[in-house]
């Protein structure tokens, strides 16, 4: 027989196994939106705006640190401030010194101490692991330039006007192409599938944006990618 205080014990745990499940979808969707939108959204306004850009990430703290008051709202105040430092660090780069890639990694890095002092603490863990996350995919994809010898075009894209970008694009993509490029394009996207999978066995809501920022990566990429193919 299933008494009526067992009953209601099973299910509040089944309400909040779901609960669970839902909040780490939630967590992995916003944060693949996180690392994707806002690419395509913050580089052309960086460009003409860097000030407003940089300032913007003033009101992001401000929202992060509002929401994370909140019970209800804490984890996405928590998630909201690892993006804010990718905010804030895309801003400087992109705005000021997009013209020499050697500096683009130590740039978005700039944060990382301040993370890991967090993780060290275990505070706002979602918040920046998704930063880390997201860091992890820029050095992949910056690794992929390197490797492939594409660091010139990255430098060329960034100094000529918008209607000799495609020129450069298609320059670019004559390296892609090659067999070395082709390699080395399944075995970092191997990488970051690694990488972005594992945490996702996790329960841990902090694993799961670490590895949708990870996973971000990717659909990023591809994004470029096809992009460059059909100009």
Same mark, same amino acid.
């Given at each position: 027989?299933?008494?009526? +205080?067992?009953?209601?014990?099973?299910?509040?745990?089944?309400?909040?196994?779901? /609960? $669970?499940?839902?909040?780490?979808?939630?967590?992995?969707?916003?944060?693949?939106?996180?690392?994707?939108?806002?690419?395509?959204?913050?580089?052309?306004?960086? $460009?003409?705006?860097?000030?407003?850009?940089?300032?913007?990430?003033?009101?992001?703290?401000?929202?992060?640190?509002?929401?994370?008051?909140?019970?209800?709202?804490?984890?996405?105040?928590?998630?909201?401030?690892?993006?804010?430092?990718?905010?804030?660090?895309?801003? *400087?780069?992109?705005?000021?010194? $997009?013209? +020499?890639?050697?500096?683009?990694?130590?740039?978005?890095?700039? =944060?990382?101490?301040?993370?890991?002092? =967090?993780?060290?603490?275990?505070?706002?863990?979602?918040?920046? =692991?998704?930063?880390?996350?997201?860091?992890?995919?820029?050095?992949?994809?910056?690794?992929?330039?390197? /490797?492939?010898?594409? *660091?010139?075009?990255? $430098?060329?894209?960034? /100094?000529? +006007?918008?209607?000799?970008?495609?020129?450069?694009?298609?320059?670019?993509?004559?390296?892609?192409?090659?067999?070395?490029?082709?390699?080395? !394009?399944?075995?970092?996207?191997? !990488?970051?599938?690694?990488?972005?999978?594992?945490?996702?066995?996790?329960?841990?809501?902090?694993?799961?944006?670490?590895?949708?920022?990870?996973?971000?990566?990717?659909?990023?990429?591809?994004?470029?990618?096809?992009?460059? =193919?059909?100009?």
């Amino acid at each position: 027989m299933l008494y009526p +205080e067992k009953f209601g014990i099973n299910l509040f745990f089944f309400f909040s196994e779901k /609960i $669970r499940i839902s909040q780490k979808w939630a967590v992995f969707f916003t944060s693949v939106f996180l690392v994707s939108v806002p690419v395509f959204f913050q580089a052309p306004m960086v $460009r003409q705006l860097p000030w407003l850009s940089l300032a913007m990430t003033g009101f992001w703290f401000w929202l992060s640190l509002k929401l994370l008051k909140d019970r209800d709202t804490h984890i996405w105040g928590d998630l909201l401030l690892g993006f804010t430092w990718s905010w804030f660090t895309g801003s *400087i780069y992109w705005g000021w010194l $997009r013209q +020499e890639p050697l500096l683009h990694l130590p740039v978005e890095a700039i =944060c990382v101490p301040f993370a890991l002092w =967090c993780l060290a603490h275990k505070r706002e863990m979602i918040g920046n =692991c998704f930063y880390l996350g997201s860091l992890l995919g820029t050095a992949v994809t910056d690794g992929y330039f390197y /490797i492939t010898g594409l *660091i010139p075009y990255w $430098r060329r894209l960034m /100094i000529v +006007e918008p209607d000799m970008a495609l020129e450069v694009f298609q320059d670019a993509l004559t390296q892609v192409i090659t067999s070395w490029g082709i390699i080395w !394009i399944f075995v970092l996207v191997g !990488i970051l599938l690694l990488f972005g999978l594992v945490p996702l066995q996790s329960r841990k809501l902090y694993f799961w944006a670490f590895g949708a920022a990870v996973l971000s990566t990717i659909l990023v990429d591809s994004i470029f990618l096809l992009a460059a =193919c059909l100009a």
